[in-house]
Antibody
Framework: EVQLVESGGGLVQPGRSMKLSCAAS????????MAWVRQAPTKGLEWVAT????????YYRDSVKGRFTISRDNAKSTLYLQMNSLRSEDTATYYC???????WGQGVMVTVSS | DIVMTQTPSSQAVSAGEKVTMSCKSS????????????LAWYQQKPGQSPKLLISWASTRESGVPDRFIGSGSGTDFTLTISSVQAEDLAVYYCEQYYDTPYTFGAGTKLELK
């Protein structure tokens, strides 16, 4: 059974940084591209970033380019999202996904507020 | 960016009814080299993460009941639930994965009549 467990969320002040992790199990992590998708409170879904199976290629939405970095550690079956210069509009539940389309984790809440 | 437009935004249904919802993309999602449509459907219940129902416009994921039927090609797509059950009350999203930024529709919320 595919399991994706996100961690690292919480309350952070505007302009500060936060790093999310996603621990994967139940499949061969190194064979799959991975992604982060977010959902602001009571809003729809917004793709954030994607990384290839080996980490050699990464893609970002324009609003996070230069601020967020997606990365992975295939030896640890873990996906990361480093978020810098956070803004109030980054407030959302962040989901880790196995490729897109694919399986999703349960999500982790990130609140950017002073 | 490819814009995904879903209609209706909400729909009140009774158990046993047939339901159809639409998803239109601002450009074709049909890749000519493999003849595949890069369109997926998700179901999100309150307090839960989205669940993938259908990929490639019409391929049901393993374990998804056969009352969920995806159809369409190019820019016009439909999700049909042949006989709605109480557990199907949720928000349904379409997503294009033809090109980045991958984009989602705003969702169709199924509610009880």
């Amino acid at each position: 059974e595919v399991q994706l467990v996100e961690s690292g969320g919480g309350l952070v002040q505007p302009g500060r940084s936060m790093k999310l992790s996603c621990a994967a199990s139940g499949f061969t992590f190194s064979n799959y591209g991975m992604a982060w998708v977010r959902q602001a409170p009571t809003k729809g879904l917004e793709w954030v970033a994607t990384i290839s199976y080996d980490g050699s290629s990464t893609y970002y939405r324009d609003s996070v380019k230069g601020r967020f970095t997606i990365s992975r550690d295939n030896a640890k079956s873990t996906l990361y999202l480093q978020m810098n210069s956070l803004r109030s509009e980054d407030t959302a539940t962040y989901y880790c996904t196995r490729a897109l389309p694919g399986d999703w984790g349960q999500g982790v809440m990130v609140t950017v507020s002073s | 960016d490819i814009v995904m437009t879903q209609t209706p935004s909400s729909q009140a249904v009774s158990a046993g009814e047939k339901v159809t919802m639409s998803c239109k993309s601002s450009q074709s999602l049909l890749y000519s080299e493999n003849k595949k449509n890069y369109l997926a459907w998700y179901q999100q219940k309150p307090g839960q993460s989205p669940k993938l129902l259908i990929s490639w416009a019409s391929t049901r994921e393993s374990g998804v009941p056969d009352r969920f039927i995806g159809s369409g090609s190019g820019t016009d797509f439909t999700l049909t639930i042949s006989s709605v059950q109480a557990e199907d009350l949720a928000v349904y999203y379409c997503e294009q994965y033809y090109d980045t930024p991958y984009t989602f529709g705003a969702g169709t919320k199924l509610e009880l009549k």
